[in-house]
T-cell receptor
Framework: NAGVTQTPKFRVLKTGQSMTLLCAQDMNHEYMYWYRQDPGMGLRLIHYSVGEGTTAKGEVPDGYNVSRLKKQNFLLGLESAAPSQTSVYFC??????????????FGSGTRLTVV | QQQVKQSPQSLIVQKGGISIINCAYENTAFDYFPWYQQFPGKGPALLIAIRPDVSEKKEGRFTISFNKSAKQFSLHIMDSQPGDSATYFCAATIAYSGAGSYQLTFGKGTKLSVIP
């Protein structure tokens, strides 16, 4: 039972390079999220998805794009990386039953350094 | 605008002591208040959660106290152990409105160190 799997675990980028972070969940969850974690800042929501083919902006979306072509996958893209995007990125997923949301589960994170 | 304020930033407690972490929120629409525990190199993991219709919830050595009128909630770790050393995040969300996905608003975290 893998839960939420993030790849890669570590990456170093040069300023201006692009990359895609992959999140995969095997729990059939409808909702998926991307957060970034910075020292002293907690976790801040970048983008989220309420279902296949739908995405929405979170608190800090600038400089990132996302896609959810399959229910189990949620991709986070950096088109032109900047040093300010150095962070640890966490993917999460959850589901709903009736009017209640459940099962918020996080992956183990991707540590990204932009030099 | 920080919707969930968490204190202290760091906490050092002797083994066997009580660790207390406090959070305050602003949005009265929040209806679910989880606490997450994060070990170095790992993702946050749900520790315990509470809804505002109860004032306290206890699971083993972990207790959440909730004060709806003051818009505050706290985590108490009884008989703290070195294995409890981790970063703790409080969070808040609207989970029961049926509005779709629920986005967690996190506090900034408290780094707990339990010394032998």
């Amino acid at each position: 039972n893998a839960g939420v799997t993030q790849t890669p675990k570590f990456r170093v980028l040069k300023t201006g390079q692009s990359m895609t972070l992959l999140c995969a969940q095997d729990m059939n969850h409808e909702y998926m999220y991307w957060y970034r974690q910075d020292p002293g800042m907690g976790l801040r929501l970048i983008h989220y998805s309420v279902g296949e083919g739908t995405t929405a902006k979170g608190e800090v979306p600038d400089g990132y794009n996302v896609s959810r072509l399959k229910k189990q996958n949620f991709l986070l893209g950096l088109e032109s990386a900047a040093p300010s995007q150095t962070s640890v990125y966490f993917c999460a997923s959850s589901y709903s039953k009736g009017l209640t949301n459940y099962g918020y589960t996080f992956g183990s994170g991707t540590r990204l350094t932009v030099v | 605008q920080q919707q969930v304020k968490q204190s202290p930033q760091s906490l050092i407690v002797q083994k066997g002591g009580i660790s207390i972490i406090n959070c305050a929120y602003e949005n009265t629409a929040f209806d679910y208040f989880p606490w997450y525990q994060q070990f170095p190199g790992k993702g946050p993991a749900l520790l315990i959660a509470i809804r505002p219709d109860v004032s306290e919830k206890k699971e083993g050595r972990f207790t959440i106290s909730f004060n709806k009128s003051a818009k505050q909630f706290s985590l108490h770790i009884m008989d703290s152990q070195p294995g409890d050393s981790a970063t703790y995040f409080c969070a808040a969300t609207i989970a029961y409105s049926g509005a779709g996905s629920y986005q967690l608003t996190f506090g900034k975290g408290t780094k707990l160190s339990v010394i032998p």
